[in-house]
């Protein structure tokens, strides 16, 4: 499972972008609300801005131009105040680039794949071994990104024999983005995943009643007594593309009557909201496994929690489906579904 900070952490490490602390004092002339910083980029989440010793708050008190590395105060501050900002710059890009970068690159990589179970490919089913990958494709992006705006530069040629050849910058730039690119294939190659991924099959047997496939199940010994292991072969090798939705999608694992919990935060107040979730065999069957306990953790936060209980778990099947669902009092017809995905379940040993 890749979380997106890892893979951000990783790709400023490759681009050698680390942050750096910086500390700038100001004297307030009660005219001026502009405060270049000759630094840039800031990072907004660390960034505090001080006057006279009291905090200021964002984004009532000022405003950043991350990019530039200027702040703007909604009101000047006084006359022979001291003005103290404070936080971490970058060598090239903010966070939010990086993690536009990383998510061009997962989606890059991931295309129109699906996992052994038929859940589309997302950044919480990516395998550690992919991650490294990700992190050299998104290091790309960042680097063309480098090499654009390098390319505006031109050599300077001076009377006095002086030469200075800024357009050197750019050929390194995409020389090292050629050999970014030759890493990222050959680990691409070796592990068969991403962009040069190769797509291979098993032959199976389709049943002339049913159109559907004939199970496969694990070989086993002839003294092993256990049940036979069903073997969930990925079903998308012509290519096929993920049925679109908007809901994100998470696949859920549990283990047969133990209890489960996670919780889930939305970047929103679901103070109006009211949160219902379900366990089915498949989506708008009547058979209803299990309801999930829905707990406001922090409304204004928009933090809820998820659990189910022994008795929920004991008897669900190894496969089923769930999606979590919003309504509202104040509009009977408000329905919003947020999550959804499968739920795949270990059967116990111990009851």
């Known amino acids: 499972m890749a979380v997106l900070s890892d893979l ?19 004297t ?6 502009d405060y270049p910083l000759a630094i840039k980029p800031i990072d907004l989440y660390t960034l505090q801005v001080y006057v006279n010793g009291v905090p200021v708050a964002y984004p009532a008190g000022y405003t950043l131009e991350a990019d530039v590395g200027v702040v703007h105060f909604v009101s000047a501050p006084a006359a022979n105040s001291t003005v103290l900002i404070k936080g ?25 794949r699906t996992n052994g179970l038929g859940s589309q490919m997302t ?36 009377p006095d024999g002086v030469s200075i050849p800024r357009s050197e910058r750019y050929r390194q730039l995409t020389q090292t983005i050629q050999a970014r ?11 068969n995943i991403g962009l040069w991924r190769l797509e291979m099959g098993t032959l199976r047997r389709v049943s002339r009643t049913t159109n559907k496939l004939i199970p496969v199940y694990m070989a086993q010994e002839i003294d ?6 069903r073997v969930y072969i990925q079903n998308d090798l012509n290519g096929r593309t993920p049925f679109p939705t908007y809901a994100d999608l998470m696949d859920i694992t549990l283990y047969q009557g133990d209890s489960w919990s996670a919780e889930f935060d939305f ?20 058979s209803l496994y299990a309801t999930f306990t829905v707990e406001t953790v922090d409304a204004l936060a928009g933090k809820i929690r998820l659990s189910l209980t022994t008795q929920n778990t004991k008897y669900m099947p190894v496969r089923a489906f769930w ?14 579904t947020y999550l959804r995905g499968q739920v795949f379940t270990t059967q116990e040993v111990t009851v």
Request: proline share 7%; charged share 25%.
């Open 28 to 33: 307030g002339d009660a005219v001026t609300k």
């Open 123 to 158: 950044i919480n089913l990516i395998p550690p071994v992919e991650e490294y990958p990700i992190a050299i494709l998104a290091t790309i992006e960042a680097l063309w990104a480098l090499a654009t705006d390098a390319s505006f530069d031109i050599d300077i040629n001076a």
């Open 224 to 229: 092993d007594s256990r049940r036979p292991e």
């Open 323 to 336: 999606d979590l669902q919003a309504t509202t009092d104040d509009d009977p017809t408000y329905q919003q």
């Open 88 to 112: 971490a710059v970058f060598r090239y890009f903010t966070d939010d680039d990086i993690c536009t970068f990383v998510n061009t690159a997962v989606g890059q990589h991931t295309y129109n």
């Open 181 to 191: 690119w030759e890493q990222y294939h050959q680990l691409c190659s070796a592990l």
């Open 267 to 286: 970047p929103f107040d679901i103070t109006d909201l009211n949160f219902k979730a379900e366990v089915r065999s498949y989506p708008g069957s009547p």
């Open 8 to 26: 951000t952490s990783r790709v400023r490490l490759e681009l050698g972008d680390q942050p750096k602390q910086f500390s700038l004092t100001f």
